[in-house]
């Protein structure tokens, strides 16, 4: 977290924290990429609810939030994933997600575009990760 950051400016002036809102959109995308991976990026994986979401402190610029995400369940229709956020390893938000496996039903099985994960993303992921498996 940064002061490079435009919204940290009006949120709020002269006491700049991280907003709520966009650490949840950080836990949103973390989450969706493991439960992305459980189905290896084939599937188009969409948030469905916020089940809960719990903040514990704030955070301000010069701050480093790490975001770990554990799948809880795993269903053909989707998922349910719980993310934690920390600052220095101490927690600052968790939150719990459901994630649907979208089809679109007016498309064939052999006709399903995948508009989340292209065929580059794993292979991104690979290439960040020192070529391990993803």
């Not at 991976?37 to 514990?56: E, G, P, R």
């Not at 600052?92 to 459901?98: N, Q």
């Amino acid at each position: 977290v940064t002061l490079a950051e435009e919204h940290l400016h009006d949120h709020f002036p002269g006491f700049p924290v991280m907003p709520r809102t966009l650490m949840i959109e950080g836990m949103a995308q973390t989450a969706g990429v493991m439960a992305g991976f459980i189905d290896d990026f084939s599937k188009n994986i969409i948030l469905a609810k916020i089940q809960k979401a719990t903040f514990f402190k704030l955070v301000h610029p010069g701050d480093h939030i790490v975001y770990d995400a554990k799948l809880t369940e795993t269903r053909p229709e989707g998922h349910r994933v719980g993310v934690r956020a920390t600052v220095d390893e101490t927690m600052v938000a968790e939150a719990e997600m459901m994630f649907v496996n979208y089809r679109d039903p007016t498309a064939s099985e052999d006709r399903q575009e995948n508009f989340v994960f292209d065929g580059n993303f794993a292979q991104l992921l690979r290439t960040k990760s020192g070529g391990k498996d993803v």
